[in-house]
């Protein structure tokens, strides 16, 4: 029965090293894939915005809105072809509305983690604790105990 004691404590000892190993690189991996996500779902719309700016450049002067006059006074028709403003402005949108929509991926990632994370985990910690008798005395008569603790988690 010892035996068998001794070596339960000893196997739950060297999991509760790794375990928490693994929760706390969990953790941290949750923590960059939400940061992931934080960045592109604030950078998407800007690079978004930015492109219809350019995409709306690019199809104002070709319908014909920029028109000028110069320093004369004499109307100046502009007569530049502004493909390339479409072009750019129209897959600059894309990326835009991708990196927005990518973030959902980063985000559901790191609710994953974060929910593997929280699984039931060994812990194993060292206390001080006073105990009552020892040494004659309830003063000053700190001791160290080690602490195994099984974390499960309830609810959600």
Do not use: W
């Not at 800007?46 to 320093?71: R, S, T």
């Amino acid at each position: 029965m010892k035996k068998l004691l001794s070596i339960l404590i000893l196997l739950s000892i060297s999991t509760s090293t790794f375990a928490q190993d693994s929760h706390d690189e969990l953790i941290r991996k949750s923590r960059r894939a939400r940061t992931t996500s934080t960045i592109l779902v604030a950078t998407g719309p800007v690079i978004a915005a930015g492109g219809i700016g350019i995409l709306i450049y690019g199809l104002a002067d070709k319908v014909g809105y920029i028109d000028y006059y110069d320093v004369n006074g004499s109307y100046v028709r502009n007569t530049k072809n502004h493909n390339n403003e479409i072009i750019i402005g129209s897959a600059v949108t894309l990326v835009g509305i991708a990196a927005a929509l990518y973030s959902i991926h980063f985000s559901k990632k790191a609710s994953d983690l974060k929910r593997e994370a929280r699984k039931a985990k060994l812990k194993a910690t060292t206390d001080r604790i006073s105990i009552p008798g020892l040494q004659n005395g309830f003063a000053n008569n700190r001791a160290r105990q080690c602490k195994l603790s099984l974390i499960v988690p309830l609810g959600r």
